[in-house]
């Protein structure tokens, strides 16, 4: 064997375990769009006394067991999609294991003993199905084992084998009648420098039902697909998920009753608990008038739709991002309006823009309530309404 573990010295570990952590989020980087507005810190109050998390050690064998029997839940309606990282970061945690480097600890909702959730760690346990119990992954571009490249698990010698099912790891079992917010806390502060769930994904875990499905269904319509034109990474992260959300939270609950102190992180989380509960006919409502805000925003304003003024750069226009702000006032307030009044809207759709850009200039205050998807809510629908109103009047 060209390199041997006794010759890695510890800042070639250490540099391992960073690309390892850093190699996904790099990809993902280049790939997402720029966010135009700023992350607001959520202020989540509980009584800390109701924490309850066990500290476990399991072994690999343990664990593949409880996949193996479907005892862990890879593949909730919730999750992101399991295969986020490449062969080439799955290759390297598989030699992590084999030259003994301790990988992160998992958090795991054990709320039910016969099926644990996955909160953190899901790409490093697929990874390690997809290695070990479906011989389905094939190494590559290792750093140090170079000869174990284009190597499946079964190929391994009997003393790799061994130091893959031997390897113990930390498990954090969130344990039974642990409130949901808290939950919520407990992940805010996980941090294992991996691909921990985002607050979207997170918010789908503690509300399983009905409420996944229908974003799920929503994010496959057509209109919404092409005025958001979002990347496959972020639909995997459920980005797209979160904008859906923003629309039906403010579609059950009016915007006047969004508590600023109690943020958009706890007012997207009241809307998933409601979607959960109301019956069909209110749900088939939500999904008329999602789809019929989409056609209008696209006859309106085309490919500018849910974004800032364009800026011009050395090669020409470019666009914002879409914004979350300005996608839940504007898809909120075009849902609630009448054909007619749609058709002059669209009549008069260089008009509505005219008014729009001309209030993103003047007004620092719409200005500021569109850069931050918590700030100043009942302003941006309420000038939204009155651009409407102006066009309508003209």
């Given amino acids: 064997m060209k390199n041997s573990t006794n010759d890695i010295t510890y800042e070639q570990l250490t540099s391992q375990e960073t690309e390892l952590q850093d190699e996904n989020k790099e990809e993902e980087e280049e790939e ?23 500290t476990k050690q399991i072994s690999m064998d343990l664990l593949l067991k409880r996949i193996k029997y479907e005892e862990i839940n890879l593949n909730p309606d919730f999750q992101r999609n399991a295969n986020i990282w490449t ?6 945690l598989i030699e992590s294991l084999l030259i003994r480097i301790p990988l992160p600890a998992f958090y795991m909702d054990a709320t039910e003993e016969e099926k644990w959730l996955i909160i953190d760690g899901l790409q490093r346990l697929s990874t390690f199905k997809s290695f070990i119990l479906d011989e389905k992954l094939v190494l590559k571009d290792l750093e140090f084992l170079k000869d174990l490249e284009k ?55 503690i509300n399983p039902g009905q409420a996944t499905k229908i974003l799920k269904e929503l994010a496959n319509i057509p209109e919404f697909q092409k005025l958001t034109s979002f990347s496959q990474k972020r639909k995997d992260r459920m980005v797209d998920h979160e904008f859906i959300l923003g629309f039906i939270a403010f579609t059950l609950i009016s915007y006047n009753r969004y508590s600023s102190e109690e943020g958009r992180d706890d007012f997207l989380d009241k ?39 364009r800026k011009i750069t050395e090669d020409g226009k470019r666009k914002y991002p879409i914004n979350k702000a300005l996608f839940e006032s504007w898809s909120v307030t075009l849902s609630d309006l009448n054909e007619q009044e749609l058709e002059t809207l669209i009549e008069r759709k260089e008009k509505v823009k005219e008014v729009f850009i001309k209030k993103m200039q003047d007004d620092s205050n719409f200005l500021e309530s569109v850069s931050q998807a918590a700030t100043k809510v009942p302003y941006r629908f309420d000038t939204i309404k009155e651009i409407i109103k102006e066009v309508l009047s003209c």
């Fill in 32 to 54: 997402e769009e720029e966010e135009e507005e700023e992350e607001e810190e959520s202020s989540d109050f509980f009584d800390p006394t109701q924490i309850r998390i066990t």
């Fill in 271 to 309: 809307a998933m608990k409601k979607l959960n509960k109301i019956n069909e006919n209110r749900v088939q409502e939500i999904k008329n008038k999602f789809i019929f805000a989409m056609k209008a925003a696209n006859n309106i304003f085309g490919e500018d739709a849910f974004r800032k003024i």
């Fill in 87 to 92: 062969d080439k970061a799955k290759s390297r």
């Fill in 151 to 205: 190597k499946k698990y079964s190929d391994l010698s009997r003393n790799y084998k061994r130091r893959i099912d031997e390897a113990e790891f930390i498990v954090y079992l969130i344990e039974p009648g642990t409130p949901p917010k808290v939950k919520y806390n407990i992940f805010r502060r996980i941090n294992t420098g991996g691909l921990p769930l985002n607050l979207q994904e997170f918010r789908q875990a």
